[in-house]
């Protein structure tokens, strides 16, 4: 008999749809980090994946429009970064494959690595906000790849907007936790 | 009321579980590229996205594990490339996050943009063979992303193999066809 072809549903844990609401407005990058790290460090607490929170606002509004935590455990899925899960749930709730227009706006707990820098570049979002850097995030053994100084410059160059370390030492916190908590390094 | 958590289904159209035949062995690169070539061929005649095709292998035995082609435009998600959806899939059937043990290989109709160089990685496949190059999709429209030649040093140094233009010439066919049919570029 055939194989069936399969499928993947894409979502988060069901503690994020309790925890957040949609649509809610974020005045600020201070307040809309918060979030994101919130996510971030729930995610460790409720051992749902790795110590990544992600979410999508309309700019202009700071309206929360999706949020996404890591997936890769919990899913068994590589590809499932919070930032990917975060932009796959705000274009299929827009129905449309492009933030662009109007203007939306990622915020991640850190600094995205390069599927992730990839994947912010096609989905059309203008502006990246970030809390902990790279280093923050390599000292606990995970691998950003292969994003470079050029990497910026490019991104840079097609209109994003990027904007490192907003609450930095707050953002330090969920990945101690999930270093102290002995949570897996998933690098294959 | 609340605004529910959305999620997203990720599959590939219902045509693709008609054509191909999971499990079965595919034994040298050619073979394996012809089948990323037909699907990508049938994705621009059957209108059902970009032209771009993939499919995940088990190096040792050809086995075929998943395939996946571009669903950029009908499943709203900028994320969803045919190299995404592969690995997805592929890992959703291993139910694991890594095709790193048995070594799996990914073979591509088109040499993969920044996000999905990525996404190889991550996914701990051992080889990585595409068919057109860069500057084939480019003249198309259509954008790589950052990817420099040290990305692919860096993916190198990490032990991935890289085998580029495998059938470069038949790869230029679904390109072409596309561009003829007056596909979208959909680049946000």
């Not at 292969?146 to 490192?164: D, S």
Request: aromatic share 8%; hydrophobic share 45%.
């Amino acid at each position: 008999m055939a194989t069936p072809d399969p499928f993947l549903a894409v979502a988060n844990p069901t503690w994020v749809g309790k925890l957040i609401q949609l649509n809610v407005a974020f005045p600020n990058d201070e307040e809309r980090m918060r979030l994101a790290l919130r996510l971030a460090l729930e995610n460790v607490r409720r051992q749902t994946g790795g110590p990544f929170g992600a979410a999508v606002f309309e700019s202009e509004t700071g309206r929360l429009v999706a949020v996404g935590v890591n997936r890769v455990l919990r899913a068994n899925c590589s590809v499932l970064h919070a930032e990917v899960v975060a932009i796959m749930l705000a274009e299929a709730r827009l129905h449309s494959y492009s933030l662009r227009n109007p203007k939306h706006e990622l915020v991640v707990s850190c600094e995205p690595c390069a599927m992730c820098s990839g994947a912010v570049l096609w989905s059309g979002v203008r502006r990246l906000v970030f809390g902990a850097l790279r280093e923050d995030a390599e000292r606990l053994g995970f691998d950003e790849g292969p994003v470079f100084e050029q990497t910026y410059e490019y991104l840079q160059r097609r209109g994003l907007e990027i904007v490192r370390g907003v609450c930095r030492a707050e953002a330090l916190e969920p990945l101690r936790l999930y270093k102290d908590s002995g949570g897996a390094i998933y690098n294959p």
